[in-house]
């Protein structure tokens, strides 16, 4: 399955839902047309149908006895062509597309000579191309009946004049297979699995003659001569073939047809001598006095000097497939699946029964955080990887990390704490039917805490153990419907019984109950609870361990087969299979905000844009504000600032997918007391961040305009080790090839003041090497107001400097909304690397 990019998210981008785009782009490519083997006139209005790359052929027509089908071999193997020749210089005009629920009508006054259909699979594009077309000045898009979504639209519908006399047509193809078909208005693009019908394209023109290459090796004709004068017989020529294939995003290959010409043209079948062995479907007529019918025939013939052999077999469809094809059917190639569509391996911390198939990878990184406390809050990190090394045997390795201090104060004081578990876990699929799956998960960790005085000692001075944790757990789980799955837990947690002489968590036995709603495809909602029923699973602030229930709820929402995203709510302080069932030291019943990052790299489909040259030199930041663009898959980027006030940062961007991003930054504010302002020192110690940024429309794949979203967090390398997240949603407008704008809401939060800036930009490109950029970012808490301005230079296309002038402290995150009196002059640099 192939998604559409969901404008949907966080609910910040819903007025866009019902938008798509379409564009009359006017590059130029080269395309060669089919060898004609004649030039004679065709009805106007008139055209033969085609089918998608993957489709079986359904094609009702009539056509002269006198007609050839030419099989030529090309080495692309990966179109279907069904075309007739005309004069070249009679161009039709295609004067107005009509969109309806499903199809796509084109209307096309005059003569057309070729009809070319064919599916990118890297995009999972199609393509109409017609040749002998041209655009009229302008091209109407009606939409009758076609639904308040513009369903067809929203496919990034596009018209092009690649050439002289050749028009391309395209729109996204998701899951359907398609057929072009003739129409009484020109040409009917519409799925195979609804186009039950088709007018039949009709050809009375004499046909003139001439000589059969010897490439021509497929031929459909019939021709009779009597006291030798040429006899035509107009023969109605039916067909059918099997259901059609439905070409999915699931199937990494598409059985695609190779290039299939129907050429109106002579009959002489003077194949060369040199030819030794010919393939060829021959259509022949009988006139027995019930009318016409045709037998279609599959023949083997060698030829050679001096003799001559057939062997004929009777066949009633006729389809070309290419070899790579055939030696590898579509049933038995590797299909794309992914975790992301389906029931999932755990609800939070809570595991089910699902499991991952045989070679996929899953994995997870998140982390929960309460609303209060110091800095941005009492943060767990934790990470899970997961394998299917069978389809019953899961292998994965987790880790878990949180350095707060305690949330509530233990004898008066906030106690210094560290908490570290890692280790490796198994899973492994007892039973599994269509509705019931039982599994069994085991892990071993080295659970690591770090307590200062008070907490987990009797000491004056902190301490660090090292102890081993275990969990053994059974998830059963049922499906009460294909959307709709409970899940009930047993499980043991084993703990040290005590540490340092102060009592700890011991051995927890516990049940757990869960359920999870595919609300669709992409979405699913879940909650659950454990309840432990032995030893301990909370410490309050008298140092006392108990236990306390867990619970949980939220939502899970795949962008794509390879990129989800979770939100949740909880109670639930680990983020490994042992430690998931306790809760935050001091505050067992708190309320912590959980947020998850789940990859499937293995399921990735690459999304191939075709990027103009100015669009390319916009996939970079600007110097204060964020492109919303992302690099094309697989790409990364390198970034690298400095100004005269002694701020330094950079970093590494990798683009893991066509809409998605991942950066790790260092940085560091010099010449500035962020204190003054934010009431905390954040930034002025060296920091790392790690985060995102999301694609959600994109205007070079024919969005409106471009919005993404952009997440970091991290940490001063410091004993303080202050923290803070920063958000960013950037809109950006494409005016024409010279000018951009860019809008950039984004807030900066902090355990004290979150400066919140409302970011206005406009880039202006003097010529291919040299843009003009300006910024200012209004405060609307009420500080300084943020601006900069200068020059970017390209020496190459992928290679940017920058120089300017600012007043920003940074331009790496918190530095963009922070401004000092004065000015800094600054320089930086950003370099891509990749394929695009």
């Known amino acids: 399955m192939t998604f559409k990019k969901p404008a949907q998210v966080l609910g910040l981008l819903g007025a866009w839902l019902v938008l798509g785009a379409w564009s009359n782009d006017t590059d130029h490519h080269g395309i060669s047309s089919p060898l004609a083997l004649a030039d004679i006139p065709a009805p106007s209005g008139q055209f033969s149908p085609s089918t998608s790359n993957g489709s079986h052929h359904n094609l009702t027509a009539t056509i002269p006895s006198e007609t050839l089908i030419s099989q030529r071999s090309r080495s692309s193997g990966d179109r279907s062509t069904l075309i007739i020749e005309g004069e070249e210089d009679n161009f039709a005009v295609l004067q107005a597309v009509t969109l309806t629920v499903d199809n796509v009508i084109l209307h096309i006054n005059g003569q057309q000579t070729a009809a070319q ?13 017609m040749e002998g077309v041209k655009l009229a000045d302008s091209i109407p898009i009606n939409q009758d009946n076609a639904g308040p979504d513009g369903t067809l639209l929203k496919r990034r519908l596009r018209i092009k004049q690649l050439d002289r006399g050749v028009v391309e047509i395209s729109l996204n193809a998701q899951e359907q297979g398609w057929a072009v078909r003739a129409h009484s208005q020109g040409l009917l693009l519409s799925p195979t699995a609804i186009a039950n ?76 001598a040199t030819e030794t062995s010919i393939e060829t479907v021959e259509i022949s007529a009988e006139n027995n006095g019930r009318g016409d019918t045709a037998e279609i025939k599959q023949t083997q013939e060698t030829e050679a000097t001096e003799s001559e052999t057939a062997e004929t077999d009777v066949i009633d469809t006729a389809q070309f497939i290419p070899a790579e094809i055939a030696d590898n059917p579509p049933e038995e190639q590797t299909k794309i699946t992914t975790p992301l569509l389906r029931q999932p391996l755990r609800l939070l911390n ?75 876990n198994l899973k492994y699929n007892i039973y599994s039917d269509e509705n019931w799956g039982i599994s069994v998960l085991g892990s071993i960790e080295q659970f690591q805490i770090y307590s200062g005085p008070g907490l987990f000692n009797n000491a004056n001075s902190p301490t660090l153990s090292r102890t081993v944790a275990g969990t053994v757990q059974v998830p059963i789980s049922y499906n009460l419907s294909e959307q709709f799955q409970v899940t009930f837990t047993p499980a043991v947690n084993i703990f040290s019984d005590s540490l340092n002489s102060i009592p700890f968590y011991g051995t927890v036995f516990s049940v757990g109950v869960g359920a999870n709603w595919r609300v669709s495809d992409q979405l699913s909602l879940f909650g659950n609870t454990i309840v432990p029923l ?48 306790l809760t935050l030291p001091t ?135 202050q923290g803070y997240f920063m958000l960013e949603f950037p809109f950006m407008y494409e005016v024409n090839n010279q000018l951009a704008l860019l809008f950039s809401p984004k807030a900066a939060i902090t355990g004290g003041k979150t400066p919140v800036g409302l970011g206005l930009g406009a880039n202006y490109q003097i010529s291919p090497a040299i843009q003009l950029i300006a910024e200012i970012t209004p405060i609307v808490t009420g500080e300084r107001l943020v601006w900069s301005a200068g020059l970017r230079l390209f020496p190459l296309e992928n290679l940017a400097l920058d120089l300017m002038g600012t007043n920003a402290t940074s331009q790496l995150d918190l530095g963009e909304l922070i401004a000092e009196p004065g000015t800094r002059f600054s320089a930086g640099i950003q370099w891509r690397f990749g394929q695009n």
Do not use: C
């Open 587 to 721: 505050a067992a019943n708190e309320i912590l905000l959980g947020a998850q990052f789940k990859i499937a790299p293995l399921a990735k489909e690459i999304y191939h844009i075709d990027y103009t040259d100015r669009q390319k030199r916009l996939l970079f930041d600007w110097f204060t504000l964020t492109t919303p663009y992302v690099f094309p898959t697989d790409d990364f980027g390198v970034r690298f600032t400095a100004d005269t006030g002694g701020s330094i940062g950079g970093g590494i961007f990798y683009s893991v997918l066509q809409n998605f991003q991942m950066e790790l930054l260092l940085s560091y504010i010099g010449g500035f007391d962020t204190q003054s302002v934010i009431d905390s020192s954040q930034g002025t110690a060296t920091q790392w961040r790690l985060g995102g940024k999301l694609l959600f429309l994109n205007q070079a794949d024919g969005d409106p305009l471009s919005i993404s979203g952009r997440l970091t967090g991290g940490r001063d390398i410091s004993e303080e080790e």
């Open 197 to 272: 019908t088709a007018e039949t394209a009709v050809i009375t023109e004499e046909v003139s003659q001439g000589k059969l290459s010897a490439e021509e090796v497929l031929m459909l004709s019939q021709a009779t001569a009597t006291h030798e004068e040429q006899v035509e017989e107009n023969l109605e020529i039916k067909a059918t073939q099997s259901p059609p294939q439905v070409i999915t995003g699931q199937s990494s290959s598409v059985n695609q047809t190779n290039e299939l010409d129907i050429i109106t043209g002579p009959l002489d079948p003077a194949i060369p």
């Open 534 to 581: 032995s030893g301990g699973n909370s410490i309050n602030t008298s140092r006392e361990i108990s236990k306390t229930p867990i619970w949980s709820f939220g939502a899970n929402y795949a962008f794509s087969k390879a990129v989800g995203f979770e939100l949740s709510l909880t109670n639930s302080f680990g983020g490994t299979p042992a430690t998931g069932v």
């Open 117 to 129: 259909l064919t599916l990118d699979p890297r995009t999972n594009r199609l393509a109409l191309v």
């Open 350 to 424: 809570l595991p089910t029964a699902n499991q991952l198939l045989q070679g996929e990878v899953l994995g997870t990184f998140g982390q929960t955080q309460t609303f209060g406390g110091p800095g941005t809050g009492n943060q767990t990190y934790f990470i899970y990887a997961d394998w299917g090394l069978t389809n019953d045997l899961q292998v994965g390795w987790s880790f878990m990390y949180n350095d707060d201090p305690t949330y509530n104060a233990v004898n008066g004081s906030f106690i210094e704490q560290l908490y570290q578990s890692t280790g490796p």
